[in-house]
T-cell receptor
């Protein structure tokens, strides 16, 4: 079946531009996560949705980062006024429900390069 | 959530078993041990998880010590496609935000 998809796969932005990254989770998955992965490091948690509710945004690095999931399915991560330190792979993951007994399924990521 | 310690890198010959250790000495009674891996340029992939008992699925086996302070992921017959970074993650109940460490970079060679 279809997995988690993300678009675009690659994005080059000039410093100061706004970008929007899209995540299509697996159909029926309640939970959706965004992670940021810098080169050579493990992914770092950004934010978590349960359906349309954003329950945890403690990992968002600044107020330039904003995420939404208005209808409880597709999610968008928006970065305003991009900076070079925002260059990273942005990963989206979904899971059937919360709790520890459900694994997360990851998309391929969007590689953002800020020049 | 408990912290984990993994060796930074390991090598394994193709066809042999790969045994990847993980220390989690501060694990709490309600915390699970999860393993994910990340093949180059792909998103992480779930492998297996467990609480107390050993677990086996089509990908791997997970051996958890009786005191739960350490575990070992076993890939019984490693192939070149198993070359990846393997992450051991310990998480408690509630929603399952993953906290990744540096992981173990496993290289499988012919």
């Amino acid at each position: 079946g279809a997995g988690v998809s993300q678009s675009p796969r690659y994005k080059v932005a000039k410093r100061g531009q706004d970008v929007a990254l899209r995540c299509d989770p697996i159909s029926g998955h309640v939970s959706l996560f965004w992670y940021q992965q810098a080169l050579g490091q493990g992914p770092e948690f950004l934010t978590y949705f349960q359906n349309e509710a954003q329950l945890d945004k403690s990992g968002l690095p600044s107020d330039r980062f904003f995420a939404e999931r208005p209808e409880g399915s597709v999610s968008t991560l928006k970065i305003q006024r991009t900076q070079q330190e925002d260059s990273a792979v942005y990963l989206c993951a979904s899971s059937l429900a919360g709790g520890t007994s459900y694994e997360q399924y990851f998309g391929p990521g969007t590689r953002l390069t800020v020049t | 959530d408990a912290k984990t310690t993994q060796p930074p890198s390991m090598d394994c010959a193709e066809g042999r078993a790969a045994n990847l250790p993980c220390n989690h000495s501060t694990i709490s009674g309600n915390e699970y041990v999860y393993w994910y891996r990340q093949i180059h340029s792909q998103g992480p992939q779930y492998i297996i998880h467990g609480l107390k008992n050993n677990e086996t699925n089509e990908m791997a086996s997970l051996i958890i010590t009786e005191d739960r302070k350490s575990s070992t992921l076993i890939l019984p017959h490693a192939t070149l496609r198993d070359t990846a970074v393997y992450y051991c993650i310990v998480i408690a109940g509630g929603y399952n935000k993953l906290i990744f460490g540096a992981g173990t970079r496993l290289a499988v060679h012919p």
